[in-house]
């Protein structure tokens, strides 16, 4: 298959989106399986998460096109992204995640879980989509690197792309946790690893030590979270029955996955993070406030082994008569004191409008809530009857970087199916103000945000009458293609 060079300024520039950077992190642990141990004996002090390779200040960065030639069609929706240097060129490629088009689309109830009948949706599954790029930043779409052999290949609504390197060959893989589209019983995961040709081989049946289970994993993070000097993955659960909250797949220093049961508190978002500054990596939880079932919103802390017993919490400030579902959470050291403070995601019910919310780290498990900073606000008497609503708009993925090069860390925010929030920028002030930059008003350059001159109103209103008629004519032939 031939390659396909895109320059990205001629994408940016047909699809309306305008130019935002990201802030890297990383922290990452391991653990071990109650019948596997590790084969690393040696302890760290500090545990690496993967939130240092999402934010590296030392990869370049750019706002790479929302649904690039050929992803835009493989995947229904989706077109969640990761920025790293996978082939080790020195420049930023970008890795592309999202939905299989299936062919049995019948939309019923309220939510995903209804979108082929109640049923699983049946068709071609996709395999994720690499980028790589070069010093212009030029994206070339390089499907002959990712290698898939099982006999049901490729993602059924691939949520989170855990990147790190898994293996310890100095090159990164990812794990992709996948929930599935069409119900809420959850799909199984995909987990590329890099070979010594250069490919990233889909490796589940070989270093997975479950490789078809199969979990609604909502939330994921992939940091060291035992301290041996790998990476580990956890991911989210949610049937009862199962006996935890969260799995562990703790890394064997080989790169194969044992998983166990670790603890946890039943959520929808996931990060990890040193949060008490005692070198190991608590998990951060975010939940649907709406539901008693899944309302907790906090910090569940590590044992020092990588287990997260559920009465060691603590619990942040929740915002759920408005603002109660809580897709993504990330951290970063807002205000230079040393230690990570907390941003979430939040949507309204049903997912009507979007939302941050900034908590700072006052040390010793104390924390302080700098409240809601809204992006996109529904009228005040529009009642949503599904999650595929006019105003469904949330925030996907939460980066960070210092934008303007004042000093302190500025927030990049993603969202791959709104053109409203996608890219929009959170100029940090250093004491938990900021300046809110909407993607039509601000670029980056050399990974610099590049504020516009101020548009009149009328500009504006032609700019949304443009990105409405897109939006809509998306709308139509999505729905075309699932007659």
Known sequence: MKKLTIPLTLLISISLIGTASALTFSNSSNNNNSSSKSTQSTKVDVAVAGISIENDPNLEFFKPPQKPYPTGKLYWFGYKWQMADFNKDGYSDVLYI???????VEWTGEDTSGLCGGGKCKGKKPLPSLYLGDANNKLTYSPELLIDNREDSGMSLGYRALVADYNKDDILDFYIADTAVGTHNGFRDSYYLSQPNGTW?????????????????????????????????????????????????????????????????FSFALELADMDGDGDLDVLLGAHEFEKSTDFTGIVWNDGRGNFNKHNKTRLPQHKKKWGAVPEVSVADLDNDGDLDIVYSRAGKLYVGTAIQIIENLGKKKF??????????????????????????????????????????????SSSMSRKTDGVVLLNHGDFTFEILHPHVAKIVDGIIVTKAPVSEEQKAEEQSLEDELAALEAELAAESGQ
């Open 98 to 104: 999202g939905v299989m088009n299936p062919n049995n």
């Open 201 to 265: 081989l889909e490796s589940s049946e070989t270093h997975l030590s479950h490789s078809n289970f199969e979990v609604f994993d909502h939330g994921g993070a992939t940091g060291d979270i035992d301290n041996d000097g790998d990476m580990d993955v956890v991911i989210t659960e949610l049937k009862w029955k199962t006996g935890t909250a969260l799995w562990c797949l703790i890394n064997d220093g080989t790169g194969y996955l044992n998983k166990r049961k670790c603890g946890g508190i």
């Open 368 to 413: 302080k809530d700098h409240g809601i900073f809204p992006l996109v606000e529904a009228p005040d008497d529009y009642i949503a009857t599904h999650e595929g609503n006019e105003w469904n708009d949330f925030i996907e993925d939460i980066r960070f970087r210092d934008l303007d090069k004042d000093g302190d860390i500025d927030l990049y925010l």
